[in-house]
T-cell receptor, first 116, second 110 residues
């Protein structure tokens, strides 16, 4: 079946511009997560959605970062006034409700964001 | 968060078994042991998870020590497509945050 889909796969933009990254989770997955992976580093958790609500936004690094989810499906991560330190691969994952016991997270292949 | 310790790298030959170790001496009673792997230029891929008993699936086996302070991911016959970074992660209760460390870089020789 279809996995997690992210678009665009690559994005190059100038410092100061806004960017939007999209994630289409696996159908029926109520939980959605965003992570960031800087070059040569491990994944950093950004935000968790259960349905359309985000009970945990603790990983968002600054108020330039925001995310929303609609229809318990698609999610968009927006970065305003991009900075060079925002350059990274942004990964989206989805799963069944983690509150019902351990649920594997299924990842997309990420959006590689490069800020010039 | 309880931490895991893995070797930085390991090598294997194609079609031979691979045993990837993970130490987690501070594991708590509610922590599950998860394994993910990440191939180059791809997102992480779930491999297997367990709590106390050994687990098998189509990808791998997970052997968990009786005291749960260590575990081993077993790939029964390594292929070139198994070359990846393997991450051992502890995740407690209904916790959803996966904390990825440096993992083990597995190289598979033809």
């Amino acid at each position: 079946g279809a996995g997690v889909s992210q678009s665009p796969s690559n994005k190059v933009t100038e410092k100061g511009k806004d960017v939007e990254l999209r994630c289409d989770p696996i159908s029926g997955h109520t939980a959605l997560y965003w992570y960031r992976q800087r070059l040569g580093q491990g994944l950093e958790f950004l935000i968790y959605f259960q349905g359309n609500s985000a009970p945990d936004k603790s990983g968002l690094p600054s108020d330039r970062f925001s995310a929303e989810r609609t229809g318990e499906s698609v999610s968009t991560l927006t970065i305003q006034r991009t900075q060079q330190e925002d350059s990274a691969v942004y990964l989206c994952a989805s799963s069944h409700n983690p509150g019902r016991g351990h649920q594997p997270q299924h990842f997309g292949d990420g959006t590689r964001l490069s800020i010039l | 968060d309880a931490k895991t310790t893995q070797p930085n790298s390991m090598e294997s030959n194609e079609e031979e078994p691979v045993h990837l170790p993970c130490n987690h001496s501070t594991i708590s009673g509610t922590d599950y042991i998860h394994w993910y792997r990440q191939l180059p230029s791809q997102g992480p891929e779930y491999v297997i998870h367990g709590l106390t008993s050994n687990v098998n699936n189509r990808m791998a086996s997970l052997a968990i020590a009786e005291d749960r302070k260590s575990s081993t991911l077993i790939l029964h016959r390594a292929t070139l497509r198994d070359a990846a970074v393997y991450y051992c992660i502890l995740c407690g209760g209904s916790n959803y945050k996966l904390t990825f460390g440096k993992g083990t870089l597995l190289t598979v020789n033809p």
